[in-house]
């Protein structure tokens, strides 16, 4: 696998793999994208944490296998060779169900499985046991929600053993989670990089965090305008600065433009709110804009969602990406044709931030 300069944690949803698909080459070869697979149904997750039970009805099994497979199928179809990670968190709970599906993403992709600490140890032997198989190792995903202390060390350590992998074959991913404010959150990055960073000579060591806002949910008016900054990119430059011997190379990650709690989300749940949100990443910030998906008004409302991101001074452009180019034809269309859905809007944002961050690291602006 060629090392990555960006690592995009994103749910395994068809908005976000069609995202990734439409990439400039150019840009694919950049990134490793860390898939998370989704919870089939349920309620949502806690993070790192899985609702499920263990051992599920041979019914549900079954579901999951049949809901399953397309799903991993079409992700090995849009990554089409390229490498990066998925993690299995959120259907190891039904292990037996998940099986073939996992099996494919490890024999049929460039894909490396994820496992983490906290995880039950007869899981965290199956997935070392079909990273063997594969030969491209495996990543750990710790997650960094306080201060590591020297137990998470010991049991990071543990988990090292079980593994029975040199550290020639493993990759750290240190993941912050969501984050609302960088210098609380560096903190924790940087007591993470020095506990855990240095412990082993890992193959690749991802500094990951997420500064979208968990907006989708959120009560208020239908429409509204929102710039909230990119701690994210605030965090990583901190931790490079207060770390610049690290031995090896720090790999920047962050959640795209969706809240870093949804992946945790399961597939089939209540119809959402009768708005989706339109996203745009600038220097510093996301531009978030409401814009409705139903209603007599809607498109009108959708197109001037729009212009309100094509004309500010953050805009790169209609050249710039496909997103870019969906937006700035969204702004100046008409009629309902082009306006897209919530479905398209986060496929939207996907592709022009995903664009963006990648040029920002090539060009050495450190996001």
């Known amino acids: 696998m060629v090392e990555p300069i960006y690592v995009p944690v994103l749910p395994a949803r068809r908005d ?83 099986a073939v599906s996992l099996w494919r993403l490890t024999t049929r992709s460039a894909l490396r499985l994820v496992t983490g600490p906290e995880r039950d140890p007869a899981l965290q032997r199956c997935a070392a046991d079909l990273a063997f198989l594969s030969g491209r190792g495996i990543g750990i995903r710790v997650l960094v929600d306080t201060p590591p202390d020297e137990p998470q ?56 965090s997420g500064a979208f806002p968990r907006l989708y949910d959120s009560p208020g008016a239908e429409s509204f305008s929102y710039v909230a900054p990119r701690h994210d990119r605030q965090l990583y430059g901190a931790v490079r600065a207060a770390r610049p011997a690290f031995p090896r190379a720090l790999v920047y990650g962050d959640y795209s433009t969706e809240h870093a709690f949804s992946a945790n989300i399961p597939h089939v749940r209540a119809p959402g709110p009768p708005w989706g949100l339109m996203r745009y990443t600038a220097p510093d910030g996301f531009l978030i804009g409401r814009a409705p998906t139903r209603g007599n008004d809607r498109v009108d409302r959708v197109r001037a969602t729009a212009r309100w991101i094509t004309e500010s001074e953050a805009f790169r452009g209609a050249e710039y990406s496909d997103g870019e180019r969906w937006l700035s034809e969204c702004a100046r269309g008409a009629g309902s044709k082009g306006s897209g859905n919530a479905e398209t809007w986060i496929r939207v944002g996907h592709v022009q931030h995903m664009s963006f961050v990648v040029r920002q690291l090539v060009m050495g602006d450190r996001p």
Not at 28 to 49: F, K, Q, S, Y
Not at 78 to 85: E, K, N, Q, R, T
């Open 153 to 208: 060390r010991t049991e990071l350590l543990s988990l090292i053993d079980r593994l029975c992998l040199p550290p020639s074959r493993m990759d750290l991913i240190l993941d912050i989670g969501a984050v609302a404010d960088a210098a609380e959150a560096s903190k924790r990055a940087i007591a993470a990089l020095d506990l855990l960073g240095a412990l082993v000579p890992w193959r690749t060591v991802v500094l990951t």
């Open 16 to 98: 976000a793999w069609n995202a990734y698909a439409e990439l400039d080459v150019r840009v694919r070869r950049r990134i490793a994208p860390l898939w998370t697979l989704v919870p089939h149904t349920g309620r949502e997750r806690p993070r790192g944490g899985r609702a499920a039970p263990a051992h599920a009805p041979d019914i549900a099994q079954t579901a999951l296998d049949r809901w399953l497979a397309p799903r991993t199928d079409q992700l090995i179809e849009a990554m089409d060779g390229m490498p990066g990670w998925v993690d299995p968190v959120h259907v190891e709970g039904s292990i037996h169900a998940a």
